[in-house]
């Protein structure tokens, strides 16, 4: 429900959470201010009327912004905070401070208008929410300007995505910094790309004993389909050709590849993506000592 | 579960594809694309020295065919269907010179530091130094998790056919 500044006052004043000081404060100037304000937004203006009634009021409510609104939103300031006495400046600061929705003051001016704040920011929070902006809140004695806002966002998002690596690559909890994880990182996915490529090479010499070995490798991985699965499935399948493969991987065969610790783990059909944490761990381990050994046996 | 045995023969797919893990998918997708590749590849060629490259090439194949919704496995599969002698995606020689450098740069700016790991990152994943850094940043975990499970996959077939 987009209401106007002024309707929004009155209501609030019928409803009473509005001191009669308001109007005092605001003066007919003010009032008139405040019409000039809304026309300057324009009232046709759909995608900025959310915005409108968030920012007009705005003089108390910390100093968010929002890209698209950088512009407009300056000025609104400006006029807004010369709409009211020295004091209100207060309840900004204490404001930006908190940096909550809901603040309790003495000051019953303040409360009031913080009051019609929290209202409009809830009714518009919702719209911002819907509109998929990059809504920054500024703390105290940070520059709102444009290009500091869009580099925090950024790095905002890049901790955050630095976190959930810090989950997937084991070793990374006891690093702090940046630097240190990213190091981490670049070392972890480095090693894996070694270890494939020592795998391939190594199954590149055995590739020739590869074709004796892969039907004993269907039937195995058969094998172990029949011990998970309760019915008794015909052992004719066994001697298909791999290629048929694909056809049965989406029943509910359990094709898994056996190997000694990881098929207990992995195969199992109560697994959840939240073991993919515990399988990889599981696997740096195993890989950690084994590749190491391997490596230097393989030289 | 025991209904999706009965109705095997009418439905290929399973009633709550959800229910089969993630890694369960990328590990069978992988072994089938790969078992036949180097079955295939042992029947054609003969000489050895081709055999290494080859079969580097047709991991590397079976595990961009198997990850296919990152951008990351899209990038290597163009890259290794366009090239007729196969590069490989790692080399041993990036690993020596990040650890020359972090030797170096003791108290070197902070931010040009962090910069220039995340460019050794882009360079690490395939695709990597086309895409900006958040992107990267999602998709080096995804990397990530799919090398763990294609070196689980390999794992066991070397030892099964040792």
């Known amino acids: 429900m987009d209401l106007s500044v002024l309707e929004r006052v009155n209501w609030l004043q019928q409803q009473q959470m509005v001191s009669p000081d ?3 404060i605001l003066g007919s100037d003010g009032r008139e201010e405040l019409k000039r304000v809304e026309s300057y937004l324009g009232n046709n203006n759909d995608e900025m009327q959310g915005f409108r009634h968030y920012e007009t009021i705005d003089g108390c409510i910390s100093r968010t912004s929002s890209f698209q609104m950088e512009q407009v939103k ?11 006495p020295k004091r209100k400046t207060e309840g900004k600061t204490e404001k930006i401070e908190n940096k909550k929705k809901k603040i309790k003051t003495e000051d019953e001016t303040e409360s009031s ?5 929290n209202m409009s920011n809830s009714e518009t929070s919702s719209e911002i929410q819907k509109r998929d902006y990059i809504h920054v809140r500024a703390r105290r004695g940070e520059a709102t300007d444009r290009h500091s806002l869009a580099e925090r966002a950024r790095r905002e998002k890049l901790s955050k995505k630095m976190k959930c690596l810090q989950d997937i690559v084991p070793g990374c909890n006891k690093v702090t910094g940046k630097a240190g994880m990213l190091d981490e990182i670049i070392n972890y996915v480095q090693s894996l790309q070694q270890q494939v490529e020592f795998l391939s090479m190594k199954l590149s010499v055995l590739n020739p004993e ?15 389909c029949f011990t998970d699965l309760p019915e008794a499935v015909s052992k004719q399948p066994m001697m298909v050709d791999a290629s048929s493969f694909p056809l049965q991987q989406h029943g509910s065969l359990d094709y898994s590849l056996i190997n000694s610790n990881q098929t207990t783990i992995l195969s199992s059909k109560d697994q959840t993506s939240s ?3 515990i399988h990889s761990q599981c696997l740096y381990n195993n890989l950690r000592t084994d590749s190491v050994s391997s490596f230097f046996s393989h030289k | 579960m025991e209904r999706q045995i009965i109705n095997k023969k009418k439905r290929v797919f399973s009633v709550e594809p959800n229910k089969i893990p993630p890694s369960e998918v990328f590990r069978r997708k992988y072994t089938s694309h790969l078992v036949p590749a180097l079955k295939k590849l042992n029947m054609n060629k003969n000489s050895p020295q081709i055999n290494q490259l080859s079969v580097k090439h047709e991991v590397d194949m079976a595990l961009a065919l198997s990850a296919q919704e990152f951008s990351w496995s899209r990038f290597l599969l163009q890259k290794l269907s366009s090239s007729n002698n196969p590069t490989t995606t790692s080399s041993s020689s990036n690993g020596i010179r990040i650890q020359e450098r972090s030797g170096k740069e003791g108290g070197g700016d902070e931010d040009g530091e962090t910069e220039e790991k995340l460019r050794e990152l882009q360079k690490l994943l395939p695709g990597g130094e086309e895409m900006n850094v958040e992107e990267m940043l999602s998709e080096i975990g995804n990397y990530i998790k799919c090398l763990e499970l294609q070196t689980i996959a390999l794992k066991s077939i070397v030892q099964d056919t040792t």
């Open chain 1, 113 to 117: 208008m913080k009051g019609k704040s």
């Open chain 1, 275 to 277: 073991s993919w944490e």
């Open chain 1, 22 to 24: 308001f109007f005092e």
């Open chain 1, 210 to 224: 590869l074709e004796f070995h892969i039907n004993e490798l269907s039937t195995k991985q058969f094998q172990a």
């Open chain 1, 74 to 84: 300056n000025n609104e300031e400006n006029r807004v905070i010369a709409l009211q």
